[in-house]
């Protein structure tokens, strides 16, 4: 089973360097209503959310050709500059499209949290969020974007959640976690963001999106499986043809296709093979030795929708929530004991309770595990 997992930015502005364009609807449209997006050098793309977030999805309409991109965010008192994932390393120096993402294709920017460890909420046009924002050095074509997704840094529950699991509005005031509760909000995240890990490798699958940047594989006519379970979104496959990465094109009457279901890439019949390959007059099935040595070379998104896994999704928030929960249990002093309806229970037993339900939960999730 394979789900788009992505959710969406609660607002998404346009600065034209004087006003302010509210886009958000845009943005979140399934169906991909365009909207152009840095369209000079004084430009903006703002992306809000009430809570932190660490990848952004774009769907582009219009392929843009930009300059150098400038990726800031608010730390509390200014805006800083940082270099998100993309544009932090790239291993294959034969590649000729390596480099930072440039909305020039549909791909997925990723905000590493250790890189904005002070990020802090500020108001855009009204409305108080956490944000990064975009801008460009030149412009030659600006680009249009459909659809922009993103994956919420605690994904698998939010921490209001946690908070009534524990009914913590017993012990603290107020109905969620907050900048000046013990533990913090910022703490909170940072557990449901462990959890969500856990869980990912416990399962080998993932209820959130997942970028994979430049997976090889070997040539296969008949097709290949993608190495992570429940892709949904081929961003990039090229082909060594012995001298570049030639970009094909998805689709069943082009080059090849997804099968979500499966996670199987399918080569069409109008697939053609790289001409310096056809020139050694070589079988196919010898493809695959000397600069031929893994020539395919895939960029692409995967994981499940929580939202809509209904075998699994709520098994998966329940887990998430009592293990954020546990380390708090484990880290802050509330006591000794926690609530339980009209009880009080000792909070190691609440503890080992919880371990004792997350473990046969993963364990009936791996005896399903279909290989």
């Known amino acids: 089973m394979a789900t788009t997992a992505g959710a969406v930015f609660d607002k998404v502005f346009t600065h034209n360097g004087s006003s302010y364009t509210d886009v958000t609807l845009e943005a979140q449209s399934p169906a991909g209503t365009s909207f152009s997006i840095l369209g000079a050098s004084s430009h903006y793309l703002y992306l809000g959310n009430d809570n932190k977030f660490d990848m952004a999805v774009f769907d582009v309409d219009t392929a843009g050709s930009l300059g150098a991109l400038t990726w800031q965010y608010y730390n509390g008192s200014a805006w800083t500059e940082f270099v998100p994932a993309s544009g932090r390393y790239e291993l294959d120096p034969d590649d000729n499209e390596g480099g930072q993402y440039a909305f020039d294709k549909d791909g997925a920017e990723i905000f ?20 990064v924002r975009v ?12 659809r922009i997704q993103m994956r919420p840094h605690a994904a698998y529950c939010t ?42 490798m416990q399962s080998r699958k993932s209820w959130r999106p997942n970028y994979i940047a430049n997976e090889y594989h070997p040539f296969n006519l008949n097709g290949f499986h993608l190495d992570r379970p429940d892709p949904y979104k081929i961003l990039s496959l090229q082909i ?16 090849y296709f997804l099968v979500p279901d499966t ?4 080569f069409s019949r109008y697939f053609l093979l790289p001409a310096r390959f056809t020139s050694y007059n070589a079988p196919v099935w010898r493809w695959g030795g000397g600069e031929f040595t893994m020539p395919v070379k895939v960029t692409y998104l995967h994981g499940r929708d929580i939202h809509t896994d209904a075998q699994q999704g709520g098994m998966i928030t329940d887990m998430a929530k009592k293990l954020a929960a546990i380390e708090i249990s484990r880290s802050a002093d509330f006591g000794g004991s926690v609530v339980s309806g009209m009880d009080r229970y000792d909070i190691s037993s609440k503890i080992s309770g919880w371990q004792s339900e997350i473990e046969n939960n993963l364990d009936s999730m791996r005896a399903f595990e279909v290989f």
């Open 240 to 255: 060594w043809n012995g001298s570049s990465w030639d970009t094909k094109t998805q689709g069943r009457k082009k080059d």
């Open 135 to 146: 801008s460009t050095a030149s412009v030659t074509t600006a680009p249009t974007i459909k």
């Open 112 to 131: 590493p949290s250790n890189l904005l460890s002070d990020w802090a909420t500020d108001a855009i046009n009204g409305e108080t969020k956490y944000y």
């Open 263 to 266: 996670g199987m890439i399918q």
């Open 159 to 200: 921490t209001k959640e946690v908070y009534e699991l524990m009914q913590l509005k017993n012990v603290l005031s107020g109905t969620d976690f907050t900048s000046s509760t013990v533990p913090t909000k910022a703490t909170v995240e940072q557990y449901i963001y462990e959890a969500q890990s856990y869980i990912d």
